[in-house]
């Protein structure tokens, strides 16, 4: 199990799962082997220079955990992450970003139809 000992959020979401992956596998279901995308959520963090630290070792089948968006007065009333979601969209909108795959050996797959 790939696990981030460094990121007690990421921590506590391996341990918040487990039950769920126990299940699955019980059931021949298949779930991704790690995880990241977890960060402080600072006002000033700078998604750029964090994103890529996200896939050092990630083994294939992993799943990085994004909430781009655009942000509109209804979401500022309900999200205060609202400034890190628009940061998160352009960065992975950036032309920078397929390069950055590329760099660490990684394709984004598609959706399956109808999902």
Same mark, same amino acid.
């Given at each position: 199990?790939?696990?981030?000992?460094?990121?007690?959020? /990421?921590?506590?979401?391996? *341990?918040?799962?487990?039950?769920? +992956?126990? %299940?699955? $596998?019980?059931?021949?279901?298949?779930?991704? #082997?790690?995880?990241?995308?977890?960060?402080?959520?600072?006002?000033? /963090?700078?998604?750029?220079? *964090?994103?890529?630290?996200?896939? +050092?070792? %990630?083994? $294939?089948?992993?799943?990085?955990?994004?909430? #781009?968006?655009?942000?509109?007065?209804?979401?500022?009333?309900?999200?205060?992450?609202?400034?890190?979601?628009?940061?998160?969209?352009?960065?992975?909108?950036?032309?920078?970003?397929?390069?950055?795959?590329?760099?660490?050996?990684?394709?984004?797959?598609?959706?399956?139809?109808?999902?």
């Amino acid at each position: 199990m790939y696990k981030r000992l460094a990121d007690q959020k /990421a921590i506590a979401l391996d *341990i918040l799962s487990s039950g769920f +992956r126990r %299940l699955a $596998n019980r059931h021949g279901l298949g779930v991704n #082997p790690a995880f990241a995308g977890t960060y402080s959520f600072a006002k000033n /963090a700078d998604y750029a220079q *964090i994103f890529p630290k996200f896939l +050092r070792g %990630l083994p $294939n089948g992993s799943v990085v955990m994004c909430h #781009p968006g655009f942000v509109d007065a209804e979401l500022q009333r309900l999200d205060p992450l609202t400034t890190l979601r628009e940061r998160e969209y352009f960065f992975l909108i950036d032309e920078a970003f397929p390069s950055l795959l590329d760099a660490h050996g990684l394709t984004l797959l598609p959706l399956p139809p109808n999902s």
